[in-house]
C-alpha cells in the first residue's frame, strides 16, 4: 500500500512540474493574443481613418459655392452639412470627428443664410478652407 501511494504522489508532483511551464505558455498565448487584438483594432482604426478622409474629400470636392441659385446652394450646402455630421458621428479618431464637424457647420452656415449674405461667400471660403488643411493634417 505504501508503495501505491508513493506512485500516486510521484505522479501528482510529476503532473504538476509538467503543468508549470504550461501555464507560462498560456499567459504568453493570452498576452500574444491580446497584442495581436490590440494591432488589428489599430489597423482597423487606421483604415477607418483613411476611409473616412477619403470620403470625406468626396463630399465637399464638388461643391461650388459660386452657384447663381441661392435655393440651389443652400440645397446643395445641407446635403453635405447633413453628410460630414454623419461621417463624423462614425468616426472614432476625435480629432478627425472634430475636424469633420467644424466643416459640416460651415456649410450650415451656408444653408441657413439669406440670400444677401449668399453673394459674399470670400470669408465662408477661407474659413473652408483653413478647415480643409485641418482636414488635410489630420488624414496625413
Not at 497584442?35 to 468626396?58: F, H, N, P, R, V
Not at 452657384?67 to 452639412?81: I, Y
Amino acid at each position: 500500500m505504501m508503495g501505491r501511494n508513493r506512485k500516486i504522489r510521484a505522479a501528482a508532483g510529476l503532473f504538476a512540474l509538467l503543468c508549470l511551464p504550461l501555464a507560462g505558455c498560456g499567459e504568453d498565448l493570452g498576452n500574444a493574443v491580446n497584442d495581436a487584438d490590440q494591432a488589428i483594432d489599430q489597423a482597423q482604426g487606421a483604415m477607418d481613418k483613411a476611409g473616412a478622409c477619403s470620403e470625406a474629400l468626396g463630399i465637399t470636392a464638388d461643391f461650388n459655392p459660386e452657384v447663381p441659385d441661392p435655393q440651389q446652394l443652400q440645397a446643395e450646402a445641407g446635403e453635405k452639412a447633413n453628410q460630414l455630421q454623419e461621417l463624423g458621428n462614425q468616426v472614432a479618431d476625435a480629432s478627425l470627428r472634430e475636424s469633420l464637424l467644424a466643416m459640416a457647420d460651415g456649410y450650415v452656415e451656408v444653408e441657413r443664410a439669406k440670400a444677401d449674405r449668399l453673394a459674399n461667400m470670400n470669408d465662408w471660403i477661407r474659413k473652408q478652407s483653413e478647415n480643409l488643411e485641418n482636414l488635410r493634417q489630420i488624414c496625413l
